[in-house]
Every structure is written in structure tokens, then in C-alpha cells.
């Protein structure tokens, strides 16, 4: 019985990823959607001068600038509804949407200010509830939610006050209360599932407003104390946030967050990787990976980094990405991560056809081999990526840029740091698995 549902589900993704039309889903299977890294630039407009196309392109010259955005620049509005239209009619009644940050453009801080910060906050919540009314949202906030950038403070403020407000229709009072007080919050999803966003700005390594204090905001001490709680009900809960532990996949030997606030994080959840199903992040822009293993090695936590709506990059990094969205798939049992289904929109297509026909990417039971998204499963796809060349590893790759350029390889170091930083969160085991880099030669 089993084996054959099995077989049913598999030819269902088959038959659902040969014709990407999205326009239905896996039946009553229980299901987030994951949204991150808007970053709206209201400046952006299609002008003849590609300097001129949108401010967060700082004068380099966008010179592929079309409706739905340009690489160069961050999301125009069209990108983002477009974006959410494609997402409205798949959206089920029991659904609900995680948004883990970053509405405001990569601006210098003098073309904005707290207010402005605010504003765009607050257009992109309406504009959520404008398209799913009756959706719950989860939002976390970003490095670029606050003014000037990065410099999230470990007390309360204009911004965690203005958030607190503003997502008044999806969170409880007891969250909105520590939200409006240190940017984090947790609460209860359905009957044995909780859902907690963590304020991992208060770690990242560029903000100086919180000192080295051993924990800022308490959110350490928040974060046990509700674990063991949800411990002790017998809930599962999901771990949101913005900027992901663990190292980043294109820098050797760089923590996202600082390096001794990540050690931290990740012994707390170590301890409590049977309360934990899943953890979602943003901030990278790319789609990743990662899997915690507990120090028997063994894996104990799935970790995915969900890539970016916009499309930005820097004029002198090589590589992008296509502006991305997600659907998660979970046990309604055991609240296991089962899949994920990665949507995306062809940017250089969209605006050459000035339509914008978002569709399905991958999913990735089905691209990988995979049974679900376990930490068992994820450590199986994280060990066939340390296989140099292997077709895993390539289709990895290309996903991690939600197929920007086909023609652009990673190998050697580029494909070192992809892989250590999948199974490697802490210093120790990545510094081992990068120092065996003559290796892999
Ligand atoms: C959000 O900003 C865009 C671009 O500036 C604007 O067109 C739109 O009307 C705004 N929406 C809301 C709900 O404020
Ligand atoms: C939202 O719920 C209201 C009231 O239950 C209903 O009338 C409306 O059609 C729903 N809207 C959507 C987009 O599902
Ligand atoms: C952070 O630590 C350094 C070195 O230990 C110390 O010099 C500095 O004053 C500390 N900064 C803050 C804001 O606590
Ligand atoms: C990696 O970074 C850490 C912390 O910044 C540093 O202590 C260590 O020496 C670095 N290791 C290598 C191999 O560069
Ligand atoms: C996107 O569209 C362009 C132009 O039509 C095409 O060359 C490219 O292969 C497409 N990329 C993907 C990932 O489909």
C-alpha cells in the first residue's frame, strides 16, 4: 500500500513537472508557501539612459532593464505583484505563508530613512493582504528592514514597534509584544505545530548597534525557554529568520552571522533537534542547503535557504539569480519537511515577451532522488555532492542561481565552498572538511 502510494505520488510530480503549468497541487498535503528578499525599488522605471533605471543599480548602467526588472536593480512593483499573482489562485484555505524579510531596495542609507523604511514595510504588508485576505502571514525582519541598515538595536524602537503594528491581523498580542520589544516571536501555528521567528540581525556580523554581549534582546535565553516549552507540549516547530546560520556557500570560511552567535544558535539546536522540523531563511538570495549534524554525526536538523524575488546583483559579481518563490510540502503528522517546490520567473524571457509566465523549477524529491526532506535525506543528497562532477552537484548548482546562466561552472574552490558549507554549520568540522581541499584535486 505504501509502495504504491509512493509510485502515485511519483508519477504525479512527474506529470506535474513535464506539464509546469502549477495550476493544482498534491491534494489535501499539508503545505507553507516561503517568500523572501523583496526588496522593492520604487525608482525603477525603463528609461532610455540605463544609469537612470533604478537607484539601486548605483550608476552602473542597467542595460537590461525591461518591465519585470533588470539585474542590476532590485524588484520593480510589477516584478513583486506579478510574483503574487502567480501565487494567489494556488493558495489553499489551510495554507499559510512565511516571509522572512527585506522589503526596503540596497540603497546608500541618505536615499532613505527610518520613515521611508516604514513605508515600504508597510507596502508590502498591504500588498500581501491585498492578494491572500485571508492567509496567515509569518513575517521575520531583514538586515534591510531597519535605518540605517544592519543596525538592528537589542531593544525597542520606532521599527520593531512600526512591524509590531503593521502585522497586527496575522500575530497574536503575546508575539506582537516581544516583536514590538526585540524583533522576534514565536507562536503557535496549529494544534502541535509552533512556528518561531528569530531576530538573527542581532548576530550579523555588519551591525555594530548591538555590542558583543553574550545575548542580545535575551533572544538566547527566549529562544530555550520556548523550545522547552514546546518540548514539553509535545509541539514541533519550525525556526524562521532572515540571515541563516552557518557558511555561506560563495565565500570560504565566512559566517553569516558571528562566528561565536552561531556556535551559540546551533547548540541550541542541537539540543532540541527533536522538537525542530525545519528552519527557513532568506538573505543570501540563493537557493541552498543545509543539514545539522549532532556531534555523533549524525543529521538531526534540515536547513533550506529559499532564494530572492529580486533579481539584484552587484556589477562586478558574475552571477544572479531569477527572482524565486516556494511552496514547502510537510508531514501533517510529524511536521517533516516532505518537499519543496521551486517556482521561478525567466527574467530575460518576461521581459522579452512582456508577459510575466511564472512556473515550476524543480521539486526537488524528484531532482535530487529523494524520499522527503529529512535530515536523513538531506545528509544522502549533501554526501553525493561531495562527488566532484557529479550530476547532483550540477543540478545543485544551477538551482543555487535559479538557472541564471547555464553556461557558468563552479569547480575546485567554487565547489568547495558549496559543498563543505551544506553538512558543515560549525568551525571546527568546516575547517576540516575545507582544509581537504588538496584532496578534491
Ligand atoms: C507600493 O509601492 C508601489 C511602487 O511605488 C506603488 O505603485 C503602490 O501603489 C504601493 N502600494 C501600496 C499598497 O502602498
Ligand atoms: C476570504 O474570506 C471571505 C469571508 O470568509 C470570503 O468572502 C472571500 O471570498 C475570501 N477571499 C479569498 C480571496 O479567498
Ligand atoms: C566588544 O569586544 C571588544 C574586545 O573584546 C571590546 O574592545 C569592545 O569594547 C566590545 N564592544 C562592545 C560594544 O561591547
Ligand atoms: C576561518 O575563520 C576563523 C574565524 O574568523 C579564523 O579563526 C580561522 O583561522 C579561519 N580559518 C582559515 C583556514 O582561514
Ligand atoms: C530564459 O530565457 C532565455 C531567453 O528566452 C533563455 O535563453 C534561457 O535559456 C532561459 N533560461 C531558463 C533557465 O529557462
Request: proline share 6%; hydrophobic share 40%; charged share 20%.
Amino acid at each position: 500500500m505504501f509502495v504504491y502510494k509512493l509510485l502515485c505520488l511519483v508519477l504525479i510530480l512527474r506529470l506535474r513537472a513535464a506539464a509546469p503549468t502549477g495550476s493544482a497541487h498534491l491534494g489535501d498535503s499539508a503545505r507553507f508557501w516561503h517568500i523572501t528578499d523583496l526588496h522593492l525599488d520604487p525608482t525603477y522605471h525603463v528609461t532610455s539612459d540605463p544609469r537612470e533605471v533604478c537607484s539601486s543599480s548605483k550608476g552602473s548602467p542597467a542595460s537590461d532593464a525591461g518591465p519585470f526588472g533588470a539585474f542590476l536593480c532590485d524588484s520593480p512593483y510589477r516584478l513583486i505583484q506579478s510574483a503574487f499573482s502567480h501565487m494567489e489562485p494556488l493558495v489553499q484555505a489551510h495554507d499559510f505563508i512565511i516571509w522572512t524579510g527585506d522589503s526596503p531596495p540596497h540603497v546608500s542609507p541618505e536615499k532613505l530613512s527610518t520613515d521611508a523604511v516604514i513605508q515600504l514595510m508597510k507596502n508590502m504588508t498591504l500588498t500581501f493582504r491585498k492578494h491572500f485576505p485571508n492567509t496567515t502571514v509569518f513575517p521575520s525582519i531583514g538586515n534591510h528592514d531597519y535605518w540605517p541598515q544592519d543596525q538592528l538595536p537589542a531593544f525597542t524602537n520606532q521599527i520593531y514597534r512600526a512591524a509590531a503594528e503593521l502585522w497586527r491581523d496575522w500575530l497574536k498580542d503575546d508575539a506582537l509584544l516581544t516583536l514590538a520589544e526585540g524583533g522576534f516571536y514565536s507562536q503557535l501555528v496549529k494544534p502541535g505545530l509552533r512556528l518561531l521567528s528569530v531576530n538573527t540581525i542581532l548576530y550579523y556580523g555588519p551591525n555594530k548597534a548591538v555590542g558583543n554581549g553574550s545575548d542580545p534582546a535575551g533572544q538566547f535565553l527566549w529562544l530555550e525557554k520556548t523550545l522547552a516549552g514546546a518540548a514539553q507540549r509535545l509541539e514541533k516547530v519550525f525556526i524562521i529568520g532572515h540571515v541563516p546560520v552557518g557558511f555561506l556557500p560563495y565565500a570560504r570560511n565566512t559566517t553569516a552571522i558571528r562566528e561565536e552567535h552561531n556556535e551559540r544558535l546551533l547548540s541550541i539546536y542541537r539540543k532540541y533537534s527533536d522538537v525542530i522540523t525545519g528552519q527557513f531563511y532568506g538573505h543570501t538570495h540563493r537557493d541552498s542547503v543545509m543539514v545539522l549534524l549532532n556531534h555523533q554525526g549524525k543529521a538531526v536538523n534540515s536547513l533550506f535557504v529559499s532564494p530572492a524575488v529580486t533579481p539584484i546583483k552587484d556589477a562586478k559579481d558574475p552571477f544572479s539569480n531569477n527572482p524565486g518563490l516556494r511552496l514547502y510540502v510537510y508531514d501533517p503528522q510529524d511536521y517533516g519537511v516532505m518537499d519543496i517546490w521551486q517556482y521561478y520567473l525567466n527574467l530575460t524571457e518576461a521581459n522579452e515577451r512582456r508577459r510575466s509566465d511564472w512556473r515550476l523549477e524543480y521539486v526537488m524529491t524528484e531532482a535530487f532522488g529523494l524520499s522527503d526532506l529529512r535530515p536523513q535525506s538531506l545528509l544522502k543528497l549533501g554526501l553525493e555532492l561531495m562527488t566532484p562532477h557529479s550530476d547532483a552537484f550540477l543540478t545543485y548548482f544551477r538551482h543555487f542561481m535559479v538557472g541564471y546562466d547555464s553556461s557558468f561552472t563552479c569547480e575546485g574552490p567554487c565547489w568547495l565552498n558549496q559543498v563543505c558549507a551544506v553538512l558543515y554549520l560549525d568551525q571546527d568540522a568546516y575547517a576540516h572538511c575545507v582544509a581537504n581541499e588538496q584532496l578534491w584535486r
